[in-house]
């Protein structure tokens, strides 16, 4: 119906469903769409109930629009839910919330959508409906309908609705639009719980934030269902932009766990101010069932800028726990500030990758990668950081970490790569190895790189989890510089401790390469991470050369020490071999420094011997020889009483 005046316009609601006394129940009637010109409200009829049905519930009917061209409110109808399908037949489905929308550019009014109705129960439940959607052009507020849950089933459960979506079109609004949540997903009691809904995209040109609506539970189920997507954040104006939460993922009781949501990825498209963006962060994975492992952690929604915001990519989801084995972790989010616009300061910082999860009886679940991040403009001053990977998860073997998130910076800012994550702990087994710390590079393709002097750094390797064995360290990440600053590779991880065997092995340095050969900053490989104890002691690893094509100084990383034997009989472990240093421009009066060796790990426990010692890096100068020199040999790690002591290493050579 529609009114103008004073009046309110609403609607008429739908008819109920026939009821079916064999088949199915029938679907109830939309609700009717009330449009209003004046100063009145204009409300959208309720949907209407569906009928019984014996073989199956009826729809419930959708609920009406509501549309203001004046004044008032516009309040969506809500959808109706679904009936049950009895004893045999599938849930009918909830209907959809009404839209709402308000036109008039200087109203101060609410727009409203209609909630999406609920699944019915059934053998398998009816999805829910999704919620309504608004629309604004003027100045006032809004609020998008949240999406239906879905119906319980007696096999699987039906799917949660989408979350309705809001939208200001208005460039003066300082309202936030945030879109609605998904609805959850239906309990599957002998199947799989339902996938929960979608959260509503947020959208606005104002000046307010864009929120993008949480994702909806996954349902428990024998299995579990999948949890909903984190709705998408879209500013075009000059506020924020923050992602939706992906949802958890559902409890198993005897399969798999559901996978958490994905987080919703955050772009401030707006050309003015410095406004943020946030990946929105992944879901935790569900807990697996008697004979499953746990789900996947959700991935960290991207985040994006173009003028001088920051970006942030979202956390990765937790990984569910699980009989048989825990969930890997969901990977960082990506984060990426152009700096088309402004003055260039916007920074670019990958989310952490989730935490693998744990498990009494299986293997632990890995940890997520770290979020990339990535500066795209020549002359930007921001920096980018790479996200820490996740840990990874406990377990009679213990998970590997996740790899530290990569880095790339087009500018002159920073460039740091993340960290990498910590194996986790087995139990009756090895430990988890450490992840590798994420490559950083600062690169000239837009024109800005050469002039930078800013630091280049590679992430550190995660440590080792103990075990039975222990968990080898990660690689320090490499760091790759074009510009003219200072250039570290990250240092590696240590080894974990071992209990019964042989301690886990340092991880390698990171490279460290400069290209720019009117550099004279320093360039330096990463260390070697050290072995861990145990039994008998791991080896030391090696350590990072360093190559430079520039005028600066130039040293290789040193070897990491052994671990230390820790029982009669046990050796520790040999040091590790310093790294190579190379000066490859000929003018370059500066020194090219090879790495020393580690010292071999030194036991104090009787009869416990000790490690070999590393031995020193090479030099090497291409224009004068004798600026170069090897690093010095790793000393012999010494025996306990009545043990025996290693022999030192060799030193390196120019």
Known sequence: MAVGGAGNAIAGAGGVGGTGTTGAGGAGGNGGLAENFGSG????????????????????????????????????????????????????????GGLASISNSDSLATATGGQGGAGGAGTTGGNGGAGGSVKHSGLGNLAAGTGGAGGAGDVDGGRGGIGGTAIIENLNSTADAAGAAGGAGGTGTTGIGGEGGVGGVGITKGTGSAIGGDGGLGGDGAAGGHGGRGGDAFNEGTGTATGGLGAAGGSATTADGGDGGRGGAAVVAGKAGTPDAFGGAGGAGGTGGTAGIGGEGGRGGDAQTVAAGNAFGGTGGAGGGGEAGGGAGGDGGGAFAFNFFGDGTGSATGGAGGAGGTSSNGTGGGGGTGGVGVVDQGTATGTTTGGVGGQGGDGTIGGSGGTGGSTVNFGTGDAIGGVGGAGGSGSAGAGGDGG????????????????????????????????????????????????????????????????????????????????????????????????????????????????????????????????????????????????????????????ATGGDGGSGGSGSEPFSNGGDGGNGGNGNHVGSPALASGGAAGLAGTGGPGGTDGVPGAGGTP
């Open 41 to 96: 409200h204009a409300v959208g009829g309720m949907g209407g109930a569906g009928g019984n049905g014996a073989a199956g519930g009826g729809a419930g009917g959708g609920g009406g629009e509501a549309r203001n061209h004046g004044t008032g409110n516009a309040i969506g109808g809500a959808g109706a839910d679904g009936t049950s399908g009895g004893a045999t037949g599938v849930g009918g489905v909830g209907g959809d």
């Open 436 to 591: 590798d710390g994420g490559f950083a590079e600062s690169r000239t393709d837009t024109g800005g790189g050469s002039a930078a002097t800013a630091t280049v750094a590679g992430g550190f390797g995660g440590a080792g989890g103990s075990g039975t064995d222990g968990g080898a360290g990660g690689a320090g990440g490499t760091a790759y510089n074009e510009g003219a600053g200072r250039t570290f590779g990250g240092e590696g991880g240590k080894g974990g401790t071992a209990t019964s065997g042989i301690g886990g092995e340092g991880g390698v340095g990171g490279s460290a390469t400069v290209l720019n050969e009117g550099s004279t900053a320093e360039v330096v490989g990463g260390k070697g991470g050290a072995g861990g104890a145990g039994p008998s002691g791991g080896n030391g690893g090696i350590g990072g050369t360093a190559v430079n094509y520039g005028a600066g100084s130039t040293t290789a990383g040193d070897g990491g020490d052994g671990g230390a034997p820790g029982t009669a009989g046990g050796t520790g472990g040999k040091g590790g071999d310093g790294g190579f240093a190379s000066i490859e421009n000929a003018a370059s009066a500066s020194t």
